[in-house]
């Protein structure tokens, strides 16, 4: 019996000026506005060459960053919401 694959695993990981590119192992390429990671938009480019490909292709984690995105969210359209936690902070207060 055979079973088929669909789950989506990174390959490699660019950027270019506004946009982060994930290549993934089926041949596609998902590009995603920087603006949606502030922590990965405020690093440098030798800071966002330092990632590692996690769990066989699942995960993107920056350790100097303190920075992890899940494939699968990126492909279900998910971003960081830490700037929406702290936008709603500064308004509370």
């Known amino acids: 019996m055979t079973i088929l694959n ?4 990174a390959a490699d ?37 330092k990632y590692v490909i996690s769990g066989g292709g699942v995960g993107l984690h920056w350790d100097d960053l303190d920075e992890d995105i899940s494939v ?12 929406k936690t702290t936008s709603k902070i500064k308004k509370a207060a």
């Open 6 to 9: 669909l789950e989506a695993l």
């Open 72 to 83: 699968p969210a990126l492909l279900a359209g998910k971003v960081d919401r830490t700037a």
């Open 13 to 49: 990981v660019s950027f270019d000026a506004d946009n982060m590119w994930v290549e993934l192992t089926d041949g596609r390429q998902l590009g995603v506005p920087l603006a949606y990671f502030p922590r990965l938009a405020n690093a440098s480019s030798a800071q966002r060459r």
